[in-house]
T-cell receptor, first 116, second 112 residues
């Protein structure tokens, strides 16, 4: 079955530390890739997406992610986190092959806490 | 602020009640979704409408009944819910099913 794995379930950082959240997926075909963020008490927001082209994509709020096809990975990075980055982060994959029903497959999420 | 509007924001209902959740978007999106989300968990897909037709039903119990009256509106009719149905119910929309989804704030549902 297709799945998305987020390696870190809970991450605690101090402000100004660098962040990298891992995301791997199990699907050999073409995919669209997404990172969503959910701040406390707020709705899910799209951080960034990858469809094709440059595998290094930049999103909102200084986040970026790199698609490495050979590793089936789409890791999220930020050079210097802020307290306001405290949130749940979800990686999601949309398999595009024939026969797929265009259903987003979600990782279990990473809870990030940034200490001031 | 999100461009997907959900009402009500909170709903408390008994197990014998009938109620409806509503979702509206005016972005011209042709795909709309219902999800159920428990705290600190990813959203669980319930239904997908594409061009106002139901395209995915994730084996959701019949006590949840979706309706898409037009391309801007999505309803979720609730009847005889169980306590385990208490959760945050999210609506989302996207231009098509391949595009990024935009989420509403959700309806927090409590079943007594």
């Amino acid at each position: 079955a297709q799945s998305v794995s987020q390696h870190n379930h809970h991450v605690i950082l101090s402000e100004a530390a660098s962040l990298e959240l891992g995301c791997n997926y199990s699907y050999g075909g073409t995919v669209n890739l997404f990172w969503y963020v959910q701040y406390p008490g707020q709705h899910l927001q799209l951080l960034l997406k990858y469809f094709s082209g440059d595998p290094l994509v930049k999103g909102i709020k200084g986040f970026e992610a790199e698609f490495i096809k050979s590793k089936f990975s789409f890791n999220l990075r930020k050079p210097s986190v802020q307290w306001s980055d405290t949130a749940e982060y979800f990686c999601a994959v949309l398999p595009l092959g024939a026969g797929n029903n265009r259903k987003l497959i979600w990782g279990l999420g990473t809870s990030l806490a940034v200490n001031p | 602020d999100t461009e997907v509007t959900q009402t009500p924001k909170h709903l408390v209902m008994g197990m014998t009640n009938k109620k409806s959740l509503k979702c509206e978007q005016h972005m011209g999106h042709r795909a709309m979704y219902w999800y159920k989300q428990k705290a600190k968990k990813p959203p669980e897909l319930m239904f997908v409408y594409s061009y106002e037709k139901l395209s995915i039903n994730e084996s959701v119990p019949s006590r949840f009944s979706p309706e898409c009256p037009n391309s801007s509106l999505l309803n979720l009719h609730l009847h005889a819910l169980q306590p385990e149905d208490s959760a945050l119910y999210l609506c989302a929309s996207s231009q098509t099913v391949n595009q990024p989804q935009h989420f509403g704030d959700g309806t927090r549902l409590s079943i007594l």
